[in-house]
T-cell receptor, first 114, second 113 residues
């Protein structure tokens, strides 16, 4: 069965430091991959997505992610975090069968130290 | 811009009450989804719909039902609310035909006393 794993439940980084959030998926074919962000008390907002083509994807708010088929990974990166990046981040994989469903990871909560 | 709205941001109900959560999208999307979000469990799919009057069970449909009488509106119904249904409920919509981005509403924080 398809699955998404985010190994880190919480991550703390200092403001201005670089960030990498990990995501691994289990899926037999080329996946559709997403990263969403959820600020406290809000819904989810799409950061970026990968469907095909260039494996390095640029998103909003200065985020990028790289699809690595050999590692079944889609890690999210940002070179320098800002205090406003404190939020919960969800990786998700689209399942290509008759349904248009997306399977979400359990999320990584990012804390920023001043 | 896609806009998905949910009828309430916060809701407090008593055990046994019938609860309606409403979701409306303004982008003519065919697909609509209801999730619940709990700490440590991420998002879990309750029900989804591909078209008017169509509904499919998700991963945790027990205790819930849905209604989609109009394309833009998808309602989640708790027939008899229980305390274990206290949660954040998120609605989403997307185009159909292949995997498309899901757009989310702001969520409804439901507390059942």
């Amino acid at each position: 069965a398809q699955s998404v794993t985010q190994p880190d439940i919480h991550i703390t980084v200092s403001e201005g430091a670089s960030l990498e959030l990990r995501c691994n998926y289990s899926y037999g074919a080329t996946p559709y991959l997403f990263w969403y962000v959820q600020s406290p008390g809000q819904g989810l907002q799409l950061l970026l997505k990968y469907f095909s083509g260039d494996t390095l994807v640029q998103g909003i708010k200065g985020f990028e992610a790289e699809f690595k088929r050999s590692q079944s990974s889609f890690n999210l990166r940002k070179p320098s975090v800002h205090w406003s990046d404190a939020a919960e981040y969800f990786c998700a994989v689209g399942v290509k069968n008759r349904d248009d469903k997306i399977i979400f990871g359990k999320g990584t909560r990012l804390h920023i130290l001043p | 811009d896609v806009k998905v709205t949910q009828s309430s941001r916060y809701l407090v109900k008593r055990t046994g009450e019938k609860v309606f959560l409403e979701c409306v999208q303004d982008m003519d999307h065919e697909n609509m989804f209801w999730y619940r979000q709990d700490p440590g469990l991420g998002l879990r799919l309750i029900y989804f719909s591909y078209d008017v009057k169509m509904k499919e069970k998700g991963d945790i449909p027990e205790g819930y039902s849905v209604s989609r009488e109009k394309k833009e509106r998808f309602s989640l119904i708790l027939e008899s609310a229980s305390t274990n249904q206290t949660s954040m409920y998120l609605c989403a919509s997307s185009r159909s035909g292949r995997i498309h981005t899901q757009y989310f509403g702001p969520g409804t924080r439901l507390t059942v006393l």
